[in-house]
């Protein structure tokens, strides 16, 4: 069964530092987006994209965050400069159709500790 | 976006029929309404969607009132492995690419 895989599980940073969290989403979906979840709460909406752009974006999505799609398999988040807040499990989806109601397959999650 | 509200938490026993009720009163004409499961430090996993009346399928059973202003999402016979939180969202027809997860009802299945 096709899924989505994030690279790295776990990523530790320095307060000031770049990330780039990585996604490969399921090859013939069209749709990515990118949600965190701070321990023990809710998921969050951050960003969606599509036919290379973003669609929405939630209003924690910042100046600091950044999304591009460079090949056509790896869909990634930058965070420029993270902050202790930004700590959280990071969550890559995609879906075949940008429907709210249309399925969305989410990835395993990248783990980001801020230091 | 229609708001939705569940339930913070529920418990059940093993081999019990769980039902976790989703209130969304104000849903709209073309909006479906769609559940995902999360089992700790996972992402969601889609459970089962529906428009109106029921939907069945191997993991759960979806109700949907004519008004269509709650859902009650049945899971049968639930095991330990079904404790996780169960989100209900409500979709915007408009091909809105927001999804908004609420807080979700966190089961606890004891044996």
């Known amino acids: 069964e096709p899924e989505v895989t994030q690279t790295p599980s776990h990523q530790v940073t320095q307060m000031g530092q770049e990330v780039i969290l990585r996604c490969v989403p399921i090859?013939?979906?069209?749709?990515f987006y990118w949600y965190r979840q701070i321990l023990g709460q809710k998921v969050e909406f951050l960003v969606s994209?599509?036919?290379?752009?973003?669609?929405?974006k939630s209003e924690i999505f910042d100046d600091q965050f950044s999304v591009e799609r460079p090949d056509g398999s790896n869909f990634t988040l930058k965070i420029r400069s993270t902050k202790l807040e930004d700590s959280a499990m990071y969550f890559c989806?995609?879906?075949?159709?940008?429907?709210?109601?249309?399925?969305?397959?989410f990835g395993p999650g990248t783990r980001l500790t801020v230091l | 976006l229609a708001k939705t509200t569940q339930p913070i938490s529920m418990d059940s026993y093993e081999g019990q029929e769980v039902n976790i009720t989703c209130s969304h009163n104000?849903?709209?004409?073309?909006?479906?309404i769609t559940w995902y499961q999360q089992f700790p430090s996972q992402g969601p996993r889609f459970i089962i969607q529906?428009?109106?009346t029921k939907v069945t399928n191997e993991v759960a059973s979806l109700f949907i009132p004519a008004d269509r202003k709650s859902s009650t999402l049945s899971l049968p016979r639930v095991s330990l492995s079904d404790t996780a939180v169960y989100y209900c969202?409500?979709?915007?027809?408009?091909?809105?690419?927001?999804?908004?997860f609420g807080a979700g009802t966190r089961l606890f299945v004891k044996a």
């Open positions: 989806a995609s879906s075949a159709s940008g429907r709210i109601y249309n399925e969305q397959f």
């Open positions: 090859s013939n979906h069209l749709y």
């Open positions: 994209f599509y036919n290379n752009e973003i669609s929405e």
């Open positions: 104000n849903i709209a004409t073309n909006d479906y």
């Open positions: 529906g428009y109106k």
């Open positions: 969202l409500v979709g915007d027809d408009r091909g809105g690419f927001k999804t908004i």
